[in-house]
């Protein structure tokens, strides 16, 4: 597995946010998994799929990229871990440097989370979705709120015929 350095930029520094369906998460990520996530997905997919070399289990890579990674797109959309649902956004409790708590900080149900956008993903400050109100989403995955994606994932295009 190659190492790359991570550069995550306080969400207030970040315009718009669309996922752009490219792959880079897929290919630069590497996804830890819960224990539940990998009952869930051995279970559906085989054993195959998860790595357990590490100190934590995560998703299988081939040639660098996800095993679900196919044709450039995720092939388990309605299975993805929850790590998958965040990337490109990373929640913690206490700011990672203090010179920007106050680009970072969101207020979330009485409580002060630091969200950041990992610099890798094509799709910071692409299309019109302001990053603020993709935040609420974000942060009721992060909490298990919310299963499903609407603002954190990438939205196919449907053709319409006439």
């Not at 009721?140 to 603002?151: A, H, N, R, V």
């Amino acid at each position: 597995m190659g190492v790359y350095l991570v550069v995550l930029l306080p969400w207030r520094m970040v315009k718009t946010w669309e996922c752009l369906m490219c792959g880079v998460c897929c290919e630069k990520f590497v996804v830890p998994l819960t224990q539940e996530e990998v009952i869930r997905l051995t279970m559906k997919y085989g054993p195959f799929v998860v790595y357990k070399g590490s100190r934590r289990p995560t998703l299988m890579r081939i040639n660098g990229r996800c095993v679900f990674l196919k044709n450039g797109k995720c092939s388990i959309q309605e299975d993805k871990p929850k790590a998958c649902k965040l990337w490109p956004f990373h929640v913690y409790d206490k700011p990672l440097r203090i010179e920007d708590r106050n680009l970072a900080d969101y207020e979330f149900l009485g409580e002060t989370y630091y969200i950041y956008l990992d610099s890798d993903c094509y799709g910071i400050n692409q299309g019109s979705t302001p990053v603020e109100s993709i935040l609420l989403e974000v942060m009721s995955i992060k909490l298990g709120l919310l299963k499903d994606q609407i603002l954190t994932t990438g939205r196919q295009k449907i053709r319409v015929l006439p």
